[in-house]
């Protein structure tokens, strides 16, 4: 259950606590309609800062940091996240958050294009409009197959080499660039190869919950795994936009919005910069964005 409600006309930062392992964190920027920021990655803000601003012009802009890393790591160990599990919590965020009746905008990036994508094909009646900008829904794919083992090699390597070996071969596979990998340890590719082993090693304690440590290990596999409902998201498609940047063109996350936009009869707009347009190009970005909605 919620245990706080906010009327989304101030700005602030909320806590929401729910009868499950995470408390959710959200901020509330801006007037007007109501537009809930679903970001990337783990969920974790970080850098969304200049295009919220920008949306907070027209929109009440509420960022929702669905595990709470925005006010530090998280005290115990991370389990898989489930993509329904975000998107149940968005959705009673937006009960807490509207008056009965009334229906939101959504914007989710990478990661949290998958939330709102199924935030929307489960919850319509609370959304009004949904971009999703470069979801890896690699199952619609016909080299799917591929690219799960792709996702899978970054996870071992996660495991077993940590996360700067591990982001390495991501953004090979993203890029769809040939990937080798580094005989040496990832710290001596850091510091010019003066190390005491010749093995990679590991992440130190320091470096694991960390934002791109639960991505690698927690939500990058249950997220691109996960199967979207088409025949739904076909039927909502008036109210859905696929967006994709102007430089991932020819790259996986492109790739993957443009062929759900034809499957499922959605728009399709490009936005300005690449697989992290919100953060190069917030302004521009932010936009493209308020047209789309």
Same mark, same amino acid.
């Given at each position: 259950?919620? &245990?706080?409600?906010?009327?989304?006309? #101030?700005?602030?930062?909320?806590?929401? #606590?729910?009868?499950?392992?995470?408390?959710? #964190?959200? &901020?509330?920027?801006?007037? $007007? %309609?109501? =537009? =809930?920021?679903?970001?990337?990655?783990a969920g974790h803000p970080m850098g969304l800062d200049g295009a919220v601003a920008r949306l907070s012009e027209r929109f009440t802009v509420v960022t929702y940091d669905p595990l709470g890393l925005s006010r530090g790591p998280l005290?115990?160990?991370?389990?898989?996240?489930p993509v329904e599990a975000w998107s149940d919590r968005a959705h009673q965020l937006l009960d807490s958050l509207l008056p009965d009746g009334q229906s939101a905008c959504v914007f989710g990036s990478s990661s949290g294009g998958i939330v709102a994508l199924d935030l929307l094909a489960r919850y319509p009646e609370r959304l009004r409009r949904v971009v999703a900008h470069e979801p890896p829904s690699i199952g619609v794919l016909p080299d799917s197959a591929r690219q799960h083992a792709m996702i899978t090699e970054v996870y071992e390597i996660h495991r077993t080499e940590g996360v700067a070996a591990a982001m390495a071969r991501l953004s090979a596979g993203l890029e769809g660039r040939s990937w080798e990998s580094d005989p040496r340890p990832v710290s001596a590719a850091a510091d010019g190869g003066n190390t005491q082993s010749g093995q990679n090693v590991p992440d130190s304690r320091e470096a694991q919950n960390t934002p791109m440590d639960i991505f690698l290990g927690h939500v990058?596999?249950?997220? /691109?795994?996960? /199967?979207?409902?088409?025949?739904? *998201?076909? $039927?909502?498609?008036?109210r859905l936009t696929l967006g994709a940047g102007s430089d991932s063109r020819g790259q996986l996350p492109f790739r993957t919005a443009s062929l759900l936009?034809? *499957?499922?009869?959605? &728009?399709?707009?490009?936005? %300005?910069?690449?697989?992290?347009?919100?953060?190069? #190009? %917030?302004?521009?970005?932010? &936009?493209? *964005?308020?047209?789309? =909605?």
């Open positions: 259950m919620l &245990d706080r409600h906010h009327d989304g006309h #101030h700005d602030g930062h909320y806590d929401v #606590h729910y009868d499950v392992h995470y408390d959710v #964190h959200y &901020d509330v920027r801006g007037s $007007g %309609p109501l =537009l =809930l920021v679903i970001p990337g990655g005290d115990g160990p991370v389990g898989d996240q990058l596999r249950p997220f /691109t795994s996960h /199967t979207l409902d088409l025949d739904a *998201l076909k $039927g909502l498609s008036s936009a034809e *499957l499922s009869g959605s &728009d399709f707009v490009e936005f %300005p910069g690449g697989h992290l347009g919100v953060l190069q #190009h %917030p302004v521009a970005f932010a &936009d493209r *964005l308020a047209e789309a =909605l």
